[in-house]
Every structure is written in structure tokens, then in C-alpha cells.
């Protein structure tokens, strides 16, 4: 097994509330490296079928996105984990000052950043002809002004140690039908390498891993169809191919990469 290093590491990490998703599994794997987790959620509640949310699909991830961490909390629980968990925005400055505040109460440091916080628009707005301002303030604020808003608060608060990673999506250059979400993404690709070279100077790192299309639970069977022959390796992204990427740039064999963008796709999107 490889030793990363992240023993006692304190890693924080947003947008966690979903069980199947990538931020929760990426603290399951932080966990069992024996580092201490800090989750940062918001419920997002969208309408959803209950009567579908036994399988995969569109309405078991509204469901997961709309609940609280506590199925989360109890994996990490089931292993013994030692954490902190806030229901929090990181859209707004004072709430993220919060988190960063009860954090350092607690552990004392902050080593890992990890800005997987995410949302987007699902009611069809986010084309060109029929975007609208909300769409634009809504997914920017989040994607992007609440990943700069963790990120120069984990710089302010440095310790001896530094790890960023923001998480993109393959598709981020072009990314029809969703274009806001897409140029947010694009915009967090863009803010990795230049960050990374403001922070180069204290030793912190800043990456970027943008994954294809992963199994969080929204995609159903018919999409799963679809999609694949899109993938050349031919099989959907799992939560766990993310996390382990993660956990590679966050340790101690990845210290002198920084300022890249990591596809973790399958060859989707190249």
C-alpha cells in the first residue's frame, strides 16, 4: 500500500452530503490515510419522485442532494473517523470565515483544501438564448466565488503543509447546454494555474482534477447506455477513481506538481 503521508493531515473538504457522491467518498478515503475531515454541505432541494429513488437516476441524486450528511456521518462513524461536519454556504464570506474559524478551534490547522462544491442549473435555462442573470449569479457564486472564498481563507491560514484541489469536469471548453456551468468550470481550470503560482512561494500546491462522467447515483441505466460509447475505456468514472487522484495530489509523492488539470475520464472529452 502506499503510505501518502497524510496522517494527522486536516482536510477539508465542501459539497459532502451526497453518500454515493464524490466528496463524501473522497473523505471516506482521506479517513482511512488516518487524516482528520472537515465536510462542508448545503442541502439543494430540488423536486424529486420518491417511488424512484431506489435506483439510480436524476431523482436518487436530487434525493442525496437535498438531505443533511447524515448518512455520511455515519460511514465515517463506521470507521472510526475523526471529523467535523458544517451545513454551511460558501457563497458567503462570513459563513466561510465561520467554518474556518470552528476548524482551527478544533485541530489547530488546516493542511488540505478540497473544492468540490458544486451546482448548476437543471430546469433548461443554461443555454444562450434562454440564460438568465439568476442562472449566471447562482452557479458563479457557488463554483466559483465560493471556491475562491475557501481558497484564500486556507491561504491566510497556512500552515507548514498545502494542498488545493478544485474539482472541474472534463467538458469544461465546451460544454453546450450548460454553458454557465461549464465556463465556471473553465474559470476554476483558469484560477488553478494562477494561484498556483501566487502560492508556489509557500511551499502550497494547486491542482485540479476534472472528472467524466461519474456514478454519484444520477445516472440511470438509459444514460448509462449512451454514455459509454462516448468513454474509450468503455466503463463510467466511479466516486473512487476521483478520491484516489485526490488523495495522490494531496500527499507527499505530488509535491512538485502544481498549476495542472488532471482528466480523470476514461479518455472522455479528451
Known sequence: MIDYGLKNKVVLITGANNPRGIGATTALAFAREKAKIVLVYKKIPRSFDQTKTFCNGVDRYYEA???????????????????????????????????????????????????????????????????????IDDTFAVNVRGSILMTREFIHHRCDYGRIINISTDASQVFAGQITYGASKATLEALTRSIALE?????????????????????????????????????????????????????????????????VSGGHAL
Request: proline fraction near 4%; aromatic fraction near 6%; glycine fraction near 6%.
Open 65 to 135: 442532494n437535498a438531505e443533511n450528511a447524515d448518512h455520511v456521518e455515519k460511514m465515517l462513524k463506521d470507521i472510526n473517523a475523526d471529523y467535523l461536519i458544517f451545513e454551511s454556504d460558501i457563497s458567503d464570506e462570513k459563513a466561510v470565515k465561520e467554518v474556518y474559524t470552528a476548524t482551527l478551534k478544533k485541530y489547530g490547522r488546516i493542511d488540505v483544501l478540497v473544492n468540490n462544491a458544486a451546482t448548476d442549473d437543471e430546469t433548461g435555462l443554461d443555454t444562450i438564448e434562454k440564460i438568465t442573470q439568476k442562472v
Open 199 to 263: 502560492t508556489a512561494k509557500y511551499g502550497i500546491t494547486v491542482n485540479c482534477v476534472a472528472p467524466g462522467p461519474t456514478q454519484t447515483g444520477w445516472i440511470d441505466n438509459d444514460l448509462e447506455k449512451a454514455v459509454i460509447p462516448l468513454i474509450p475505456i468503455g466503463k463510467l468514472i466511479q466516486p473512487e477513481d476521483i478520491a484516489e487522484t485526490i488523495l495522490f495530489l494531496a500527499g507527499e509523492q505530488a509535491r512538485m506538481i502544481t498549476g495542472q488539470v488532471i482528466k
